[in-house]
């Protein structure tokens, strides 16, 4: 399924994102292949979402580029959704009430041609457009098992359907790249091992992922390739088999310094500082 050949449909390069003093992302390099399932992963701050905001146009990364299908993404969100990007948030983000069906309705916005004067006169090409956007969204819900759900307010909905619900709507912009920001967080194992088909079956449709996750065994179960941050750089990056042995990442997880880590010069500057202080208190004894 996975072509790592040719070229990539996301590339990001040198991408570096300063907030004020603070470099959140340090020239980040990430690519997606079509049929691939990639993880990013790295503890809590590690820059993960910073780098999907930077991929996704919701922020301009102050340095870097990020290309989709060999072409730079304007850093505008509906601009790189409009490409063929679609994401999900770390928040739930949906129309808490307006129904099911209308919120994966309002994901296909960017895919209908129809343009304002259309909408206002709606006219048959409106109506047309509008029944074929009402069967696609009728279609998704079925793929996500939210078939049953679609009158439901989504504020109704459970945890973990709400969640499927937000997969549905990104989906609906027909996207070839899906970016997920911690799909998991709040489920319990069924609803994760559900989600882990789902993600599956996304891929088996044509649409690659990108998922941002904590839950270990979710990403090593589901992922061709895996990205670690660690304090905003790039620590390993590779297949599930080798980011899983590689001693760095255990020791960034498990909090083990080791050789060269990134952050460990501050840490060495802190603790030479403390030394020396206590060292001071000493001699004043
Ligand atoms: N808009 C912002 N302004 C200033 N600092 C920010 C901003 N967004 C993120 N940061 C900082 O950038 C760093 C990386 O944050 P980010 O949310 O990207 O990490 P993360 O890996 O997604 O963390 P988590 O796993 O906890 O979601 C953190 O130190 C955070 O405080």
Redesign the pocket.
């Known amino acids: 399924m996975t072509t790592m050949t040719g070229t990539p449909l996301l590339a990001a390069t040198g991408v570096t ?1 300063r ?2 003093g ?1 470099t ?2 340090r020239s980040v390099g990430l690519t997606v292949h079509p049929g691939q399932i990639v993880g990013l992963i ?12 930077c991929l996704t146009g919701l ?1 301009t990364p102050t340095e870097g580029t990020v290309t989709y299908r060999g072409r730079t993404l304007p850093a505008k969100p509906h601009l790189v959704t409009r490409a063929g990007i679609a994401r999900t948030f ?1 928040n739930i983000r949906l129309f808490a009430n307006m129904t099911v069906l209308e919120n994966v309705l309002v994901g296909r916005h960017t895919r209908t041609r129809e343009g304002l004067l259309s909408a206002l006169v709606r006219g048959p090409a409106f109506h047309r457009a509008e029944a074929a956007s009402a069967q696609r969204a009728t279609e998704l819900l079925a793929f996500t098992g939210l078939a049953a759900k679609s009158g439901h307010l989504a504020r109704n909905l459970p945890y973990g359907e709400q969640r499927r619900l937000e997969i549905a709507r990104a989906l609906a912009s027909e996207p070839g790249l899906l970016l997920l ?2 799909p998991t967080a709040g489920m319990n194992p069924q609803e994760t091992r559900a989600t882990e088909e789902l993600v599956f079956a996304i891929r088996d449709r044509g649409t690659a992922v990108l998922v ?1 996750e ?1 839950d270990m065994r979710f990403i090593f179960n589901l992922c061709d390739r895996v990205t670690v ?1 660690v304090q ?1 750089e790039k620590l390993v990056e590779g297949t599930t088999e080798a980011v899983q042995r590689d001693e760095r990442v255990v020791a960034a997880y498990l909090g083990t310094p080791f050789e060269g880590a990134p952050g460990q010069e501050e840490v060495a500057e802190v603790e030479a500082a403390e030394e020396a202080a206590a060292e001071s208190e000493g001699q004043g004894r």
């Open positions: 994102m907030f004020g603070l959140a992302v790295g503890p809590n701050g590690a820059g993960k979402t910073t780098l999907f905001n922020y770390q920001d911690e941002i904590h941050l905003g």
